[in-house]
């Protein structure tokens, strides 16, 4: 099992950025893809960007491309979510994923799951 801490949430104002970590300690040999999630209050949990662990090839959810980066460090086995041009609409808290299911998007292909970090961003 692999365990996930992230970090680097906040408030922050329109247009600002923010850099999310995460974390990951535990049966890191046998990360695949880890990917960045996020849910806002009543609306469910969305993918927001993945990475394959060994080769660091990214996607993206249409509604962050060309705003948000994600990166990951194989050495220090973490994971980063680069967030530029925020917009209120991007208020949630944020989750750090890892799973088996290469360039996967759907929730149910990632096993391990951080607490997750909240981002608010303001008018």
């Known amino acids: 099992q692999v365990q996930l801490v992230e970090s680097g949430g906040g408030l922050v104002q329109a247009g600002d950025s923010l850099r999310l970590s995460c974390a990951a300690s535990?049966?890191?040999?046998?990360?695949?893809?880890m990917g960045w999630f996020r849910q806002a209050p009543g609306k469910e949990r969305e993918f927001v960007a993945g990475?394959?662990?060994?080769?660091?090839?990214?996607y993206y959810s249409d509604s962050v491309k060309g705003r948000f980066t994600i990166s990951r460090d194989n050495a220090k086995n973490a994971v980063y979510l680069q967030l530029n041009s925020l917009k209120p609409e991007d208020t949630a808290v944020y989750y750090c994923?890892?799973?088996?299911?290469?360039?996967?998007?759907?929730?149910?292909?990632?096993?391990?799951w951080g607490q997750g970090t909240q981002v608010t961003v303001s008018s």
């Open positions: 994923a890892a799973g088996r299911s290469l360039f996967s998007r759907k929730t149910s292909d990632f096993d391990s």
């Open positions: 535990g049966r890191t040999s046998n990360l695949y893809n």
């Open positions: 990475i394959t662990w060994s080769v660091g090839i990214p």
